[in-house]
């Protein structure tokens, strides 16, 4: 390590008994609205939903239990571009004697957290204790996004999707030493690892997406393929009904962050209608996710005051250009769609940004939180789409 380069810090997150007890308060003075009328969910999140999931959050989720859950990982912090970078490092148990595991970089969104790759990290660090070939180990580093969870502190500087990409890959080769290095990611996730394989190829080995990254201000074209015209019809039902929570949060975010800094019941419905929305969950988010793995996520963003700043990439996106320009990115890339993704582009539109793509598969299950609902699926993904370019 270079003798200016930032050494990190072992990391351990223990949320004082008394922030605890303060939450538990906060929910037992929860002041709910009305049910309006028309279909449950139809207009944002459901009442009886809510009044159920306080209750537990209230009542029987073990925060500790969770907190254990990140704790049995290796953490870190480190002094990166102006802010204390949390992330997770885990190393892979490969072959003995054989190659090295491949580090892997992987980058959650919002609203999620760390916590989505708590089942992910395992199977991926540890082939062979879950039934897969050692060869396929990887060193895994997962940050928190800054502005986000455990890389927040009031006060520090905010990052465009770009600039995080430049922070993670200062993180993977400067301060961990990868040279080379594959990223991952879905959401924000997305955005920042196709940065990363546009903006820093030579360090890249591969990305992999579990969401298409594409500009979403198309227009339709003459004699469009029908794959191209079912895309389009989809994106224009997803702007005009699904974009509420990108214009509050990308124009008046501080506006947002004073409700659901103040209220914990406001902070959960406001990332509880993501979860049904963007899961495959045929109306029930817990019948995708549980719902203490929800709970783990949201009580993150309650207890680091994080959910203003984790707005932060919106803001910035509305107001500068698209971060992914056309025939940018020449890295291998990997895509897995989900069905109950946000959008599915074809992949005749990909290519026109990802010049390199060696696997394009779909699932016949599961939506955007992929990492939490079919953890299996995306690491098999993961690992075909990144086994022949170990060697490279």
Same mark, same amino acid.
């Given at each position: 390590?270079?003798?200016?380069?930032?050494?990190?810090?072992?990391?351990?997150?223990?949320?004082?008994?008394?922030?605890?007890?303060?939450?538990?308060?906060?929910l037992s003075r929860t002041?709910?609205?009305?049910?309006?009328?028309?279909?449950?969910?139809?207009?944002?999140?459901?009442?009886?939903?809510?009044?159920?999931?306080?209750?537990?959050?209230?009542?029987?989720?073990?925060?500790?239990?969770?907190?254990?859950?990140?704790?049995?990982?290796?953490? *870190?912090?480190?002094?990166?571009?102006?802010?204390?970078?949390?992330?997770?490092?885990? &190393?892979?148990?490969?072959?003995?004697?054989?190659?090295?595991?491949?580090?892997?970089?992987?980058?959650?969104?919002?609203?999620?957290?760390?916590?989505?790759?708590?089942?992910?990290?395992?199977?991926?660090?540890?082939?062979?204790?879950?039934?897969?070939?050692?060869?396929?180990?990887?060193?895994?580093?997962?940050?928190?996004?800054?502005?986000?969870?455990?890389?927040?502190?009031?006060?520090?500087?905010?990052?465009?999707?770009?600039?995080?990409?430049?922070?993670?890959?200062?993180?993977?080769?400067?301060?961990?030493?990868?040279?080379?290095?594959?990223?991952?990611?879905?959401?924000?996730?997305?955005?920042?690892?196709?940065?990363?394989?546009?903006?820093?190829?030579?360090?890249?080995?591969?990305?992999?997406?579990?969401?298409?990254?594409?500009?979403?201000?198309?227009?339709?074209?003459?004699?469009?393929?029908?794959?191209?015209?079912?895309?389009?019809?989809?994106?224009?039902?997803?702007?005009?009904?699904?974009?509420?929570?990108?214009?509050?949060?990308?124009?008046?975010?501080?506006?947002?962050?004073?409700?659901?800094?103040?209220?914990?019941?406001?902070?959960?419905?406001?990332?509880?209608?993501?979860?049904?929305?963007?899961?495959?969950?045929?109306?029930?988010?817990?019948?995708?996710?549980?719902?203490?793995?929800?709970?783990?996520?949201?009580?993150?963003?309650?207890?680091?005051?994080?959910?203003?700043?984790?707005?932060?990439?919106?803001?910035?996106?509305?107001?500068? &250009?698209?971060?992914?320009?056309?025939?940018?990115?020449?890295?291998?890339?990997? *895509?897995?769609?989900?069905?109950?993704?946000?959008?599915?582009?074809?992949?005749?539109?990909?290519q026109r940004v990802y010049?390199?793509i060696r696997r394009w598969?779909?699932?016949?299950?599961?939506?955007?939180?992929?990492?939490?609902?079919?953890?299996?699926?995306?690491?098999?993904?993961?690992?075909?789409?990144?086994?022949?370019?170990?060697?490279?």
């Amino acid at each position: 390590m270079n003798p200016s380069t930032p050494e990190p810090t072992p990391f351990r997150l223990h949320v004082p008994d008394a922030a605890i007890a303060d939450l538990k308060d906060r929910l037992s003075r929860t002041r709910l609205p009305d049910q309006p009328p028309g279909e449950a969910w139809a207009s944002g999140t459901d009442v009886g939903f809510m009044q159920r999931a306080i209750g537990h959050w209230r009542d029987r989720f073990d925060w500790r239990a969770q907190e254990a859950r990140l704790n049995a990982l290796s953490q *870190y912090t480190v002094s990166l571009s102006g802010i204390d970078l949390h992330y997770l490092h885990v &190393p892979g148990r490969g072959v003995p004697g054989g190659a090295p595991p491949t580090p892997l970089l992987l980058s959650h969104g919002w609203p999620g957290s760390v916590f989505e790759f708590l089942d992910l990290i395992p199977m991926l660090t540890d082939p062979a204790a879950h039934g897969g070939d050692p060869a396929d180990a990887f060193d895994v580093v997962a940050p928190s996004l800054p502005g986000y969870g455990l890389s927040f502190q009031p006060g520090q500087p905010r990052f465009a999707v770009d600039q995080i990409a430049d922070t993670f890959h200062a993180l993977m080769t400067d301060v961990l030493g990868y040279q080379r290095f594959g990223a991952q990611g879905g959401d924000w996730g997305s955005f920042v690892t196709s940065c990363i394989g546009a903006n820093h190829p030579a360090s890249t080995l591969g990305i992999h997406l579990n969401m298409m990254p594409l500009r979403r201000d198309v227009k339709p074209g003459p004699d469009l393929p029908a794959d191209e015209a079912r895309y389009l019809k989809e994106l224009d039902h997803f702007l005009k009904e699904e974009t509420g929570y990108q214009w509050i949060q990308g124009t008046r975010p501080q506006t947002l962050a004073f409700a659901l800094t103040d209220s914990p019941a406001g902070l959960a419905a406001w990332i509880f209608e993501k979860f049904r929305a963007w899961t495959d969950c045929d109306g029930d988010p817990t019948r995708s996710i549980p719902l203490d793995t929800m709970l783990a996520n949201i009580s993150l963003y309650w207890f680091t005051g994080a959910i203003g700043s984790s707005f932060w990439p919106y803001y910035a996106r509305m107001h500068a &250009p698209w971060p992914i320009r056309e025939g940018s990115i020449s890295v291998p890339t990997g *895509y897995c769609e989900f069905p109950k993704e946000i959008l599915r582009p074809p992949r005749s539109m990909a290519q026109r940004v990802y010049s390199d793509i060696r696997r394009w598969s779909v699932m016949p299950h599961g939506g955007h939180f992929a990492a939490l609902e079919h953890p299996e699926v995306l690491v098999r993904e993961i690992r075909e789409f990144f086994r022949p370019l170990r060697a490279s």
